[in-house]
């Protein structure tokens, strides 16, 4: 699986469509969908399903389908918190991409990731944390 951290990247816009614009365009330069528009569009779908917001300040979009080349977890940290869903104020995201026939190996990393969050101190770092410390947890470097 591949871990990515953008902090405070430079982003056209401070909405919804403006973060899904530039995450999009992220995973299309690192060859990880060939088709910007679609991951967009699936990550729409998934917004549509039900929220992914899981905290204050912080959401988890995620994304399975055959165009996904590989496993990723992206941390994004925006400028100034955007309105997601339900008018809530996000300015940290988790996004979460996986194939559609993930290894193995992928899927038990996204499970211990998941099972870590549900400690307070995680959380926290996650949705208001510095830069070292989100770094540790979204490259498994905690207990």
């Given at each position: 699986?591949?871990?990515f951290i953008q902090w405070a990247p430079a982003i056209r816009g401070n909405d919804r469509a403006a973060v899904?614009?530039?995450?999009?365009?992220?995973?299309?330069?690192?060859?990880?969908?060939d088709d910007a528009q679609q991951i967009r569009q699936d990550f729409l779908k998934r917004e549509r399903q039900g929220s992914t917001v899981m905290a204050?300040?912080?959401?988890?979009p995620h994304a399975q389908n055959p165009?996904?080349?590989q496993a990723v977890?992206?941390?994004?940290?925006v400028p100034q918190p955007v309105t997601w869903t339900n008018g809530q104020a996000i300015g940290?995201?988790?996004?979460?991409?996986l194939p559609a026939q993930a290894a193995k190996q992928d899927l038990m990393a996204m499970k211990d990731f998941f099972v870590g969050m549900a400690d307070v101190q995680t959380m926290e770092w996650?949705?208001?944390?510095t830069y070292q410390e989100v770094s540790k947890i979204i490259n498994g470097e905690t207990n």
């Open positions: 699986m591949k871990r899904l614009e530039y995450v999009s365009q992220f995973l299309l330069d690192q060859r990880i969908v204050a300040n912080l959401a988890i165009e996904i080349k977890m992206l941390y994004l940290r940290r995201f988790i996004f979460i991409l996650l949705a208001t944390g």
